[in-house]
């Protein structure tokens, strides 16, 4: 069974544009979760998607956004990048959503970097 | 706020050594305390708790979970170079919005 991916796996931008990351979960998984991991902050949960609805977002501001769509296939958009956005963007499926307590596996992460 | 702190935030052992790993945890609506291994690539999954007092475990890794002290450890027995990675742990909490709180990690380096 094929695992997560992710496009791009890096990706460089300047200050003030935006970006849009892909994830596809492993077949047959309809959660989809985001996360930013940088040095300073550690992983930290960006917003979690089931069924084309977002359930669940963490304290980023809405320069972060993401949707779902019908195939569980997911993408995060963040607007206005700035240098602080600069990280490993990741995602991660699992089978069902939260709540159900199901584990999740990551994808490689798309490393971002604003320059 | 939901806070997940781990303990220590490095160590360095010998092949054949025995570690444990600490993790606690304050958060409101606990659901599930999850450890992960990060290697140079994404973190991959080693253990979901959800029950206080039952051991997991998975070849010479295995976990607690202590809900009354709010914390659970990771313990590796027999350490080998290719245990060396950084040790996530993460809860789960909420009501009506899930979150994932991880916390910042345990470097572990194993040298032979």
């Known amino acids: 069974k094929a695992g997560v991916t992710q496009t791009p796996r890096y990706l460089i931008k300047t200050r003030g544009q935006q970006v849009t990351l892909s994830c596809s979960p492993i077949?047959?998984?309809?959660?989809v979760s985001w996360y930013q991991q940088t040095p300073g902050q550690g992983l930290q949960f960006l917003f979690e998607?089931?069924?084309?609805?977002?359930?669940n977002k963490g304290n980023f501001p809405g320069r972060f956004s993401g949707r779902q769509f019908s195939n569980s296939r997911s993408e995060m958009n963040v607007s206005t990048l700035e240098l602080g956005d600069s990280a490993l963007y990741l995602c991660?499926?699992?089978?069902?959503?939260?709540?159900?307590?199901?584990?999740?596996?990551f994808g490689p992460g798309t490393r971002l970097t604003v320059t | 706020e939901d806070k997940v702190v781990q303990s220590p935030l490095s160590l360095v052992v010998h092949e054949g050594d025995t570690v444990t790993l600490n993790c606690s945890y304050e958060?409101?609506?606990?659901?599930?305390l999850l450890w992960y291994k990060q290697e140079k690539k994404a973190p991959t999954f080693l253990f979901m708790l959800?029950?206080?007092?039952i051991e997991k475990k998975s070849g010479r890794l295995s976990s607690i979970l202590d809900k009354k002290e709010l914390s659970s450890i990771l313990n590796i027995t027999a350490t080998q170079t290719g245990d060396s990675a950084i040790y996530l742990c993460a809860v789960e909490s909420g009501g009506s919005n899930y979150k994932l709180t991880f916390g910042k990690g345990t470097l572990l380096t194993v040298n032979p």
């Open positions: 991660a499926s699992s089978l069902e959503a939260w709540g159900s307590s199901y584990e999740q596996y």
């Open positions: 077949s047959g998984h309809r959660s």
């Open positions: 998607y089931f069924s084309e609805t977002q359930r």
């Open positions: 959800t029950s206080s007092g």
């Open positions: 958060v409101t609506n606990f659901r599930s």
